[in-house]
T-cell receptor, first 113, second 117 residues
Framework: GNSVTQMEGPVTLSEEAFLTINCTYT??????LFWYVQYPGEGLQLLLK?????DKGSNKGFEATYRKETTSFHLEKGSVQVSDSAVYFC????????????FGAGTRLAVHP | GAVVSQHPSWVICKSGTSVKIECRSL??????MFWYRQFPKQSLMLMAT?????????EQGVEKDKFLINHASLTLSTLTVTSAHPEDSSFYIC?????????????FGQGTRLTVV
């Protein structure tokens, strides 16, 4: 079945450091890929998405490219801020069966001044 | 973006009682809603897919009789935890999509923290 694997956290960075959170997936067909973010005490929000191979999703300085050859969707940001501290979830949506979202384990990011 | 409202945001109940959690899409219709469970510092585990006007589709290992789902209208789905026990204590989250395509954004409720004592 479909699955998502994320790098384990927590990830601790200093402000303005470069961020990479790895995400790989297993799926049949051509899924859509998403990054969701959960700030402390809040629900999940969509950060970015890509719906086909080689698409790049971007938002708020974050980027991720849908790589079908490596089945990956790594999240990157060139310069993190303290306000980026949150839990980041990689997810995929299948091509059938109500298109349910399958989430990775989540990666907690802590950014220090 | 679209809004999904979940109620209550937290609830404490006694062991053996039942608890109902509501999930509403406020500004769009949702044929399908999803219910997740999130353990502390862990990911979201899909419990079931709620379908308007028909029976819910449960994931493997989720007890249908324990977690009753009703999707009575295009804007409301409810999850009832029946005969709750302390091990049912968790964070429950619902989500809905305005469309049915797999590439559309899912919107999430703010979650319900259930504590069974």
């Amino acid at each position: 079945g479909n699955s998502v694997t994320q790098m384990e956290g927590p990830v601790t960075l200093s402000e303005e450091a470069f961020l990479t959170i790895n995400c790989t997936y297993t799926a049949t067909g051509y899924p859509s890929l998403f990054w969701y973010v959960q700030y402390p005490g809040e629900g999940l929000q969509l950060l970015l998405k890509a719906t086909k191979a080689d698409d790049k999703g971007s938002n708020k300085g974050f980027e991720a490219t849908y790589r079908k050859e490596t089945t990956s969707f790594h999240l990157e940001k060139g310069s993190v801020q303290v306000s980026d501290s949150a839990v980041y979830f990689c997810a995929l949506s299948g091509t059938g069966g109500y298109n349910k979202l399958i989430f990775g384990a989540g990666t907690r990011l802590a950014v220090h001044p | 973006g679209a809004v999904v409202s979940q109620h209550p945001s937290w609830v404490i109940c006694k062991s053996g009682t039942s608890v109902k959690i509501e999930c509403r899409s406020l500004d769009f219709q949702a044929t399908t809603m999803f219910w997740y469970r999130q353990f502390p510092k862990q990911s979201l585990m899909l419990m079931a897919t709620s379908n308007e006007g028909s029976k819910a589709t449960y994931e493997q290992g989720v007890e249908k009789d324990k977690f009753l789902i009703n999707h009575a209208s295009l804007t409301l789905s409810t999850l009832t935890v029946t005969s709750a026990h302390p091990e049912d204590s968790s964070f429950y989250i619902c989500s809905a999509r305005p469309g049915t395509a797999g590439n559309t954004e899912a919107f999430f409720g703010q979650g319900t923290r259930l504590t069974v004592v």
